[in-house]
């Protein structure tokens, strides 16, 4: 099998369709359309990367292939393995008694200004030792790969002092050792202003004085701790401005990270248009986006990442505009959200089927969204997120023998194997 010690060379054969996602990267408009079919296709492997992908026959005559041990797919469908590039992985526990109030007829932001919230998982990671995190995270991590994910981003944010943000971000560094999914690390310690600087409006122990205390202290730390290689702010009502974002975002610039925003997610506050504004990377939510912000995000580098799983989980009608953002030509990409408050599924098959049922897009699309586009955000592309020579062998195998099937069929996981960087990682059965 090729999971064993030393990668060597593997052929997989006999794919109904391989989805190669090949071409220039990132995608927009009609190229997301494009998922770059091969039928009855086979693809080499060799130390880990792609060494050949083609028709079966070409593939299967390389003499180099004839050496190879084989893997016969039986007409599965094979793509890259999803990038789920926005993830809260590591937080102590569920919210479910949260879920039911909001069922009852809560809303997510009453439930927050009443203590509950964001807060609630930071009281409780606070409390968690390092040991229970780990073990919590790993059989997430495990989750995650059988459902055909192989690299996913992880923030922090439910720490909010500095021991408790680093010991997120250095459990994400350890986890990457103790597991094989690539994990990127994000520090979002402008999550939500702790509760020990809610009290005045002024001095010491402001949210401005919070603020500043992650610009000036905590993001050098991260810089220089190489913690993280990219920061976020969730710029939005009840959290931070505009103004306080685009203060962290310049200091998180100059010590070196890339720039991701949790942007118009429960109000329209101007955050997409702050994302343009610094080249962020990413710009996440946008379920309240208008025509201008649309505008300008199709005009500018930054991937629109939508989350349809947190309007599917706290019941929200209004699903962002993927449409439209497509046909402006934006850079669409998809991810989980994987948290506990309004998104706890880690299921890229399931965002998926919500993205093709309540936004519209089509299963390919939706595809090279989870995958090149969303590795594009991670400014990964050149490596993952396409099945192309020389890239890793990072590769989702699906029991189906039409790719549109991944999104139809919901709510169960035809996921049958995972492989990373040429080794299998998951296995169903
Ligand atoms: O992406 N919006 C902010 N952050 C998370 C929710 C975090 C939580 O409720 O715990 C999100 O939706
Ligand atoms: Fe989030």
Same mark, same amino acid.
């Given at each position: 099998?090729?999971?064993?010690?030393?990668?060597?060379?593997?052929?997989?054969?006999?794919?109904?369709?391989?989805?190669?996602?090949?071409?220039?990267?990132?995608?927009?408009g009609r190229a997301l359309a494009a998922p770059g079919i091969l039928h009855d296709g086979a693809l080499l492997i060799r130390e880990g990367r792609i060494a050949a992908i083609g028709p079966r026959r070409r593939v299967e005559r390389l003499p180099e292939s004839r050496r190879a041990r084989?893997?016969?797919?039986?007409?599965?469908?094979?793509?890259?393995?999803?990038?789920?590039?926005?993830?809260?992985?590591?937080?102590?526990?569920?919210?479910?008694?949260?879920?039911?109030?909001?069922?009852? *007829?809560? !809303?997510?932001?009453?439930?927050?200004?009443?203590? /509950?919230?964001?807060?609630? &998982?930071? %009281? #409780?990671?606070?409390?968690?030792?390092?040991?229970?995190?780990?073990?919590?995270?790993?059989?997430?991590?495990?989750?995650?790969a059988g459902h *055909?994910? !192989?690299?996913?981003?992880?923030?922090?944010?439910? /720490?909010?002092?500095?021991? &408790?943000? %680093? #010991?997120?971000?250095?459990?994400l560094r350890e986890l990457e050792r103790l597991q094989?999914?690539?994990?990127?690390?994000?520090f979002l310690g402008a999550h939500i202003v702790p509760p020990e600087f809610r009290g005045r409006t002024r001095g010491n122990k402001s949210a401005d004085?919070?603020?500043?205390?992650?610009?000036?202290?905590?993001?050098?730390?991260?810089?220089?701790?190489?913690?993280?290689?990219?920061?976020?702010?969730?710029?939005?009502?009840?959290?931070?401005?505009?103004e306080q974002s685009r203060k962290i975002l310049t200091a998180a610039r100059a010590c070196g990270l890339g720039l991701r925003l949790h942007a118009e997610q429960l109000a329209r506050t101007g955050a997409a248009r702050l994302a343009v504004e610094m080249h962020a990377a990413s710009a996440d939510h946008l379920e309240k986006l208008t025509g201008t912000d649309i505008r300008a995000l199709a005009r500018s580098d930054v991937t629109c990442t939508m989350l349809p799983g947190c309007c599917f989980h706290l019941g929200i009608a209004q699903y962002g505009p993927a449409r439209r953002l497509i046909d402006a030509g934006a850079i669409l990409a998809l991810a989980t959200d994987f948290n506990p408050g309004t998104s706890p599924t880690l299921s890229m098959p399931m965002i998926l089927s919500l993205a093709c049922t309540q936004m519209r897009m089509t299963p390919a699309e939706a595809i090279a969204a989870a995958?090149?586009?969303?590795?594009?955000?991670?400014?990964?592309?050149?490596?993952?997120?396409?099945?192309?020579?020389?890239?890793?062998?990072d590769l989702a195998v699906f029991d189906v023998a039409d790719y549109r099937e991944i999104p139809y069929y919901f709510g169960v996981n035809y996921c049958a194997m995972t492989l990373k960087r040429g080794r299998i990682i998951y296995s169903r059965g």
């Open positions: 099998m090729p999971n064993s010690r030393k990668p060597d060379t593997w052929l997989i054969t006999n794919c109904s369709e391989i989805l190669t996602l090949r071409g220039p990267a990132p995608r927009r084989k893997l016969d797919l039986h007409g599965r469908v094979v793509l890259p393995g999803f990038v789920d590039s926005h993830t809260h992985l590591i937080h102590a526990c569920s919210r479910a008694a949260e879920y039911e109030q909001r069922i009852s *007829g809560a !809303t997510y932001e009453q439930i927050a200004r009443a203590g /509950g919230g964001i807060i609630n &998982s930071v %009281r #409780k990671l606070r409390a968690s030792s390092p040991a229970s995190l780990h073990s919590r995270a790993l059989a997430h991590l495990a989750q995650f *055909g994910t !192989t690299t996913l981003e992880a923030k922090s944010g439910y /720490g909010l002092d500095w021991p &408790s943000e %680093r #010991k997120i971000l250095v459990a094989p999914l690539e994990i990127v690390r994000t004085a919070y603020v500043d205390l992650i610009c000036r202290q905590w993001l050098p730390r991260v810089a220089a701790e190489n913690l993280a290689e990219f920061c976020d702010v969730f710029c939005d009502r009840g959290a931070f401005t505009v995958t090149i586009n969303a590795a594009y955000s991670l400014r990964r592309h050149d490596r993952i997120g396409s099945l192309e020579v020389g890239k890793f062998a």
